[in-house]
């Protein structure tokens, strides 16, 4: 079985540029989730979403936004870039997402750096 | 507010010695945590959940409701325990996660 892909890997815009990034997950699992690692901040929630509909969201600006098509897959959306936005974005996806005890299973990110 | 507090940054031990990584969280409902491992070079990845009370590769950890506490374990450590681990809660379809400890183990 194919892991969670994220797509591209490596990022370089600049400030005020916009970008989209992409998440396909493993086959048949339902809820994707995004999150963004940084060294200072470490690891924060960014949203989850199951079934295309957005079922929380992390305390991030407006800038930041999502969305999942019919296929599971997942795409997130930062406009307007800041210095402050570059770091490690990582994907997750799981079966349903709200199952107690399930389990993550992440991609290996996209490094996005904002010049 | 829900919080998970891992307070060692870095943890270094020898190989052989025991091994402890503690996690505090902070929650009003029933916990449900987790232990995530980052290997060198590798994808974030589950090592154990609570419910569970499983043992992956010799490590264990026991959720103390009293101490809010969900410290990882192992009696003797090896070599390729040597990564980062972070503490996480699962709260309202997303995890809550610990700033993470980097565990270094001598040869």
């Known amino acids: 079985k194919a892991g969670v892909t994220q797509t591209p890997r490596y990022l370089i815009k600049t400030r005020g540029q916009q970008v989209t990034l992409s998440c396909s997950p493993i086959?048949?699992?339902?809820?994707v989730s995004w999150y963004q690692q940084t060294p200072g901040q470490g690891l924060q929630f960014l949203f989850e979403?199951?079934?295309?509909?957005?079922?929380n969201k992390g305390n991030f600006p407006g800038r930041f936004s999502g969305r999942q098509f019919s296929n599971s897959r997942s795409e997130m959306n930062v406009s307007t870039l800041e210095l402050g936005d570059s770091a490690l974005y990582l994907c997750?996806?799981?079966?349903?997402?709200?199952?107690?005890?399930?389990?993550?299973?992440f991609g290996s990110g996209t490094q996005l750096s904002v010049l | 507010a829900q919080r998970v507090t891992q307070p060692e940054k870095l943890l270094s031990v020898f190989k052989g010695a025991p091994v402890e990584l503690k996690c505090n969280y902070s929650?009003?409902?029933?916990?449900?945590l987790f232990w995530y491992v980052q290997y060198s070079r590798q994808r974030l990845q589950l090592l154990l959940r609570?419910?569970?009370?499983?043992s992956i590769k010799g490590f264990t950890a026991d959720l103390n409701k009293g101490e809010t506490s969900f410290h990882l374990k192992k009696p003797f450590a090896q070599e390729e325990d040597s990564a980062m681990y972070y503490c996480?809660?699962?709260?309202?379809?997303?995890?809550?996660w610990g700033a993470g400890t980097k565990l270094i183990i001598k040869p």
């Open positions: 929650y009003s409902g029933s916990p449900e």
């Open positions: 997750a996806s799981s079966l349903r997402g709200g199952g107690r005890n399930e389990k993550l299973f």
């Open positions: 609570h419910i569970s009370r499983e």
């Open positions: 086959s048949g699992h339902r809820s």
């Open positions: 996480a809660l699962k709260v309202n379809y997303q995890l809550i």
């Open positions: 979403y199951f079934s295309e509909t957005q079922r």
